[in-house]
């Protein structure tokens, strides 16, 4: 459930994004959640290895 959450979250992010700011800045917002998404998961990865 939480993923949908997160899901919905993003694209309401990325379309208020697109709208404001054009479709070139909706693009490097998404990047910057994916980079915070892939971060997050590489944390937790190092953390529970270590």
């Given at each position: 459930?939480d993923?949908?959450?997160?899901?919905?979250w993003?694209?309401?992010?990325?379309?208020?994004?697109?709208?404001?700011?054009?479709?070139?800045?909706?693009?490097?917002?998404?990047?910057?959640?994916?980079?915070?998404?892939?971060?997050?998961?590489?944390?937790?990865?190092?953390?529970?290895?270590?």
């Amino acid at each position: 459930m939480d993923d949908v959450l997160f899901i919905a979250w993003a694209e309401a992010i990325v379309e208020f994004v697109d709208e404001r700011y054009g479709r070139a800045a909706a693009w490097m917002a998404a990047l910057a959640m994916l980079g915070v998404f892939v971060a997050v998961i590489a944390g937790l990865i190092w953390w529970i290895a270590c």
